[in-house]
């Protein structure tokens, strides 16, 4: 069975930074491509990061700089460093190998 779990999200105050983490079990980690996405309220769900597994990293244009995305095979975890946080960013951040399984997500919130 495929568990995917999020950590890390929290409140922030615009300008802060957050790393979360994404522990993957059931697969094999380092076959798949990892991705971030999110989705804000009232809004579909939408791309922030990837790390395919030849070493290509995507970001969303608007993450470009700020965020990092990374990944640990012997832990089995991803992450997505934040920083220089905005109100915009708030969401709900959700982890996926290979755009198949996901988590419940963790909740980012951007606010002073």
């Known amino acids: 069975q495929v568990h995917v779990v999020e950590s890390g999200g929290g409140l922030v105050q615009p300008g802060g930074s957050l790393r979360l983490t994404c522990v993957v079990s059931?697969?094999?980690?380092?076959?798949?491509?990892m991705g971030w996405y999110r989705q804000a309220p009232g809004k579909v769900r939408e791309f922030v990061a990837t790390?395919?597994?030849?070493?290509?990293?995507m970001y969303h244009s608007s993450e470009k700089g700020r965020f990092t995305i990374l990944g640990d095979n012997d832990k089995n975890t991803e992450y997505l460093q934040m920083s220089s946080l905005k109100v915009e960013d708030t969401a709900v951040y959700s982890c996926?190998?290979?755009?198949?399984?996901w988590g419940q997500g963790t909740q980012v919130t951007v606010s002073s």
């Open positions: 996926t190998p290979g755009i198949v399984h």
């Open positions: 059931g697969i094999d980690f380092s076959a798949y491509t």
């Open positions: 790390a395919r597994r030849s070493g290509e990293i």
